[in-house]
């Protein structure tokens, strides 16, 4: 049973606090159920102090677009598919002129492998043609794409800005960090171990590299953060998968990245519906959680609507109430 309101525009929420309404309407799967649950004094607390006013967002807003702006590289893509030993081996190269410009170098190899499972079929689908699983088979493709790209030592620095959480994920390759993907989950009050615990809890299992790709936030006092990953199936290589990863700030939040992964490359071929999935988990029982459902405006949409992968911008906060 649904027990928490999805509050998805910032006005409503200010308007409820300043009322100070005492009660929420649950919003219940058994529309027989007319229940009313009280909000957390210590959950309308956090949000009259991290609420902020229209023009602050809009300045915010601005501030990430020029600086996402300012490290947007037009590259040429060669991405190089290789099995050998058991794994997909992944290369990819960028080359083009704006990575002298704004990286100072002439061209940028990463990569990266996935473990093939011994049971998996001896050909895959790879782009939507057959790739044979026989030692030291290849396929190369070669394509134009536009991404944002930064140093270790130059990160987006959220914190600076006013944003509660990071909005992105990055990918690394020896000190150069690539976007990845929009951060649409975050948990206030618990603890990496405790958010673990109840997703594993679904049946789901952790998982690492090679069975996922690794990844990054940046962080105002770790520099950079791992992420630990939770996922429906391990591998992710015989089926598509349901997966997030996970971050542990040194701001005592944990963000994740809710996500579909698609067969065989782990590509995300879906999100608002992975992030509403994970956040379903937290969202039956409101002695010990509260889940406010696209709540935070992280400015980081992806996508169009209705076409997936499409991220509409507002992470679901998950609030830990109770003992």
């Keep these: 049973m649904k027990t928490s309101v999805k509050f998805g525009i910032g006005a409503m929420l200010a308007a409820i606090l300043l009322l100070n309404l005492v009660f929420v309407p649950a919003v219940c799967a058994d529309s027989s159920t007319s229940d009313k649950v009280q909000m957390p004094k210590e959950l309308k607390q956090w949000m009259m102090e991290t609420q902020k006013d229209e023009e602050t967002k809009l300045w915010m807003k601005e501030q990430t677009e020029q600086w996402m702006q300012n490290h947007t590289l037009n590259v040429t893509s060669t991405k190089t598919y290789t099995y050998k030993d058991g794994l997909i081996e992944i290369k990819e190269t960028y080359t083009g002129r704006e990575l002298k410009k704004n990286l100072g170098i002439n061209k940028f190899e990463k990569m990266e492998k996935l473990k093939v499972p011994e049971n998996a079929e001896k050909a895959l689908s790879l782009n939507g043609e057959t790739f044979a699983l026989t030692e030291e088979n290849q396929r190369i493709t070669v394509t134009e794409k536009t991404v944002v790209m930064t140093t270790e030592t130059d990160p987006f620095e959220w914190w600076d800005i006013g944003y509660e959480y990071p909005q992105y994920t990055w990918s690394e390759y020896y000190g150069v960090y690539t976007r990845a993907d929009p951060i649409n989950l975050a948990w206030e009050g618990t603890n990496m171990s405790t958010i673990k615990g109840k997703i594993l809890d679904e049946g789901w299992v952790s998982v690492a ?6 990844q990054y936030v940046s962080d105002p006092q770790y520099d950079w953060v791992l992420d630990e990953g939770v ?6 290589l015989l089926t598509e998968r349901y997966h997030v990863r996970l971050f542990d700030l040194s701001t005592q939040d944990i963000v994740g990245n809710a996500h579909r992964d698609s067969l065989p490359l782990h590509e995300v071929i879906e999100l608002e519906t992975a992030e509403d999935l994970v956040a379903g988990f937290f969202d039956n029982d ?4 509260w889940v406010l459902y696209d709540y935070e405006e992280l400015d980081n949409e992806e996508g169009t609507p209705n076409q997936e992968p499409f991220c509409d911008g507002e992470a679901t906060c998950i609030f830990k109430v109770g003992s």
Excluded: L, R
């Design 209 to 214: 590299y090679p069975y996922e790709h690794n």
């Design 231 to 236: 996922a429906d199936d391990k591998t992710g």
């Design 286 to 289: 409101v002695s010990n959680w």
